[in-house]
């Protein structure tokens, strides 16, 4: 997959490229509208992204542009102006999607990944069980971030999808198969996913059994 991506500002635009790249996605980038506009109607893309707010041609003029040119490359726009004015205005001009700035970079790749209806790469990292859903990638459950140990418990149990897993299983896994890890401890970190999930308004439960392990349960 290859993009263009239109963004004058430098820092952003960095991270925002390197972080396609790590994902697979091979970006062109142009740091204002006339160049973007050029590489646009010069290159064949899967996807333009376009920011609005650009030196020389704004990204709705180079939207217009393509347009009249029959040019049908799917176009996002992006704009740190989170006003529905710029999104009306987007979208009129033959944008298929708007996202407004600050974003991250798995949103954009989903944003592009759902216009071009291709499986997302994220999905992969992204491990359910009933409504709980852990991004391994960011190690966050339902989009609340945990901590390393958190995180290594929740995916264990989400692995064992809804089958007894036991105490010492999880102490080896999350402290070494060597290491004198307490019950204690475990008790301790299950009790702040139990938390975590009540806040994030999870249905699914961590369910102790007799002090021999825990497993998942969709309530
Ligand atoms: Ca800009």
Redesign the pocket.
């Given at each position: 997959m290859r993009i263009l991506y239109v963004?004058?500002?430098k820092f952003l635009a960095d991270a925002v490229c390197h972080n396609l790249v790590k994902n697979g996605i091979d970006v062109d980038h142009s740091a204002d509208g006339e160049d973007g506009l050029e590489k646009a109607v010069s290159n064949s893309y899967d996807c333009i992204v376009l920011?609005?707010?650009?030196p020389k041609l704004s990204g709705i003029e180079i939207l217009e542009r393509l347009r009249e040119k029959k040019n049908s490359t799917p176009v996002i726009m992006l704009s740190?102006l989170a006003e529905v004015e710029d999104k009306v205005r987007g979208l009129d001009s033959g944008a298929d999607d708007y996202l407004a700035k600050p974003f991250k970079t798995v949103e954009l790749i989903a944003r592009i990944n759902a216009l071009l209806r291709r499986p997302s790469k994220m999905s992969e990292q992204i491990l359910t069980f009933g409504d709980l859903s852990y991004d391994e990638k960011r190690k966050t459950l339902n989009g609340t971030e945990l901590t390393a140990k958190e995180a290594k418990i929740i995916c264990e149990l989400i692995k064992a999808n809804g089958r007894l897993i036991s105490k010492e299983f999880l102490l080896g896994r999350i402290w070494g198969e060597d290491s004198y890890g307490d019950d204690n401890y475990i008790e301790v970190y299950i009790s702040r996913l139990r938390k975590v999930m009540r806040e994030v308004g999870a249905r699914t439960q961590i369910k102790a059994s007799r002090g021999l392990g825990y497993k998942l349960v969709e309530m």
């Open positions: 963004e004058d500002e920011d609005i707010m650009l740190a």
